[in-house]
C-alpha cells in the first residue's frame, strides 16, 4: 500500500510565500515522477508543477518565475516553494506520485491567499 501526504498549506497575504511538502511512504518500488495540481472552486483539477525521476521540471504558464519544485530523493518527497502569492493561487493543492505499480494523490491541503 502507498501513502500520499501533503502538508504545509494554510493562511497568507498576497505577495507572501508558502512551502508545500509531500512524502511517498509504503510499498514503493520506484517513483517514477511527483507532481503538485491544484483546484479551485468551480474549476477543474490543474497542473502547478512536476518533476520527473531525472529532475526535468514543467511548471505551468501562471506560477512560472513564482514557484520552484524540487525533490528530495532519499527522502521521497516532493516541495513546492512558492513566492509572490496571488489571490488566485487559493486553491486544494494535491500532491500526485507516478509510482511503478501505479499513480497515487494525496488528500489535498487548502492555501488560502488573502488580498
Known amino acids: 500500500q502507498v501513502q500520499v501526504e501533503e502538508s504545509g498549506g494554510g493562511l497568507v497575504m498576497a505577495g507572501g510565500s508558502r512551502r508545500l511538502s509531500c512524502t511517498v511512504s509504503?510499498?514503493?518500488?520506484?517513483?517514477?515522477?511527483m507532481g503538485w495540481y491544484r483546484q479551485a472552486p468551480g474549476t477543474q483539477r490543474e497542473l502547478v508543477a512536476s518533476?520527473?525521476?531525472?529532475?526535468?521540471?514543467n511548471y505551468a504558464d501562471p506560477v512560472k518565475g513564482r514557484f520552484t519544485i524540487s525533490r528530495d530523493y532519499g527522502k521521497n518527497t516532493v516541495y513546492l516553494q512558492m513566492n509572490s502569492l496571488k489571490p488566485e493561487d487559493t486553491a486544494v493543492y494535491y500532491c500526485?506520485?507516478?509510482?511503478?505499480?501505479?499513480?497515487?494523490w494525496g488528500r489535498g491541503t487548502q492555501v488560502t491567499v488573502s488580498s
Open positions: 500526485n506520485a507516478a509510482l511503478y505499480s501505479g499513480v497515487y
Open positions: 518533476i520527473s525521476s531525472d529532475t526535468n521540471m
Open positions: 509504503g510499498n514503493i518500488i520506484r517513483i517514477n515522477s
